[in-house]
């Protein structure tokens, strides 16, 4: 990702844990339509590359190329593949506002959660235009936090999501990236943009716990946690009461969470 904003979410295994269990079925669906063989696709901000080795496995034998900005996660990537057999897929590390690569290179240039995190997605989205081919599309997903709905009410789950938007817009994010996605887009000179939106939802036992035990965990342990309390927006005993909150709604056999995302898919020419 790069540019000036500090990285919310950080690296921590429970973050992991939660961008590993991305694929195209989940998160990138309203791409996939491009996704066929011989389509050449970058995948920036690529994290630990579920998503990336998946889309390589679909256009194969044209090349996907991954890049990220942290070698932690991009020598995960790279394992991934290569337990999976999928061999033309290459990672490396990248910055999103200034891509190694020739104009006109890619097919599909695509962007998953990423456009939240940086200071400027508008020039993130031209660099990404930049390299792709005149009959391509730049393609781009991002969640938006204050669309989320829960059930039950769990007062505790309030506090952490106003504390997640105050600490992302704090580090240069913004949190509701989604409902932005094609004001950014056509802010970057890309007229051609089809806009959509799809959801995730925790609702049945197994998924309800483990989005509750994902969020517990980093709520106390990844630098979402750190950072809140370095600046002043949490004490310790704030992100225990919040992460106890998230195991209780985790209990109720009628829980129910939506994470509502923007899609893009943009022509280039």
């Known amino acids: 990702m790069a540019g000036s904003a500090q990285y919310t979410h950080g690296h921590h295994e429970s973050v992991l844990r939660s961008h590993a269990w991305r694929t195209v079925a989940n998160s990138a669906a309203y791409v996939s339509p491009w996704l066929v063989p011989g389509t050449e696709v970058l995948d920036v901000g690529c994290g630990p590359g579920t998503i990336t080795t998946e889309m390589a496995s679909l256009v194969s034998p044209a090349r996907v190329v991954g890049v990220d900005d942290a070698d932690v996660v991009l020598a995960g990537a790279r394992e991934h593949a290569a337990a999976a057999g999928v061999r033309n897929v290459e990672f490396r590390a990248g910055d999103a506002f200034g ?56 007062p505790e789950l309030d506090e952490w999501l106003r504390l997640y938007r105050t600490l992302a817009r704090h580090n240069g994010g913004e949190p509701d990236a989604g ?42 342990e990844s630098s979402f946690a750190h950072q809140a309390v370095e600046q002043g927006l949490a004490t310790v005993a704030d992100l ?3 992460a106890d909150g998230w195991r209780a709604w985790a209990e109720h056999d009628d829980g129910w969470f939506m994470v509502p995302h923007g899609e893009i898919v943009a022509a280039v020419g």
Do not use: N
């Open 240 to 242: 225990t009461r919040i």
């Open 99 to 154: 891509l190694e690569f020739a104009g006109a290179s890619f097919h599909v240039v695509h962007a998953h959660q990423v456009l939240q995190h940086v200071p400027d997605p508008v020039a993130v989205l031209g660099e990404m235009a930049r390299v792709c081919r005149p009959d391509g599309v730049v393609a781009a997903r991002d969640s938006d936090y204050s669309g989320m709905f829960w059930f039950p009410q769990i």
């Open 179 to 220: 409902r932005r996605l094609k004001s950014w887009a056509r802010a970057a000179g890309l007229d051609e943009v089809t806009a959509s939106a799809s959801v995730w939802c925790f609702a049945e036992d197994a998924d309800r716990q483990w989005w509750a035990a994902m969020w517990a965990d980093r709520v106390r």
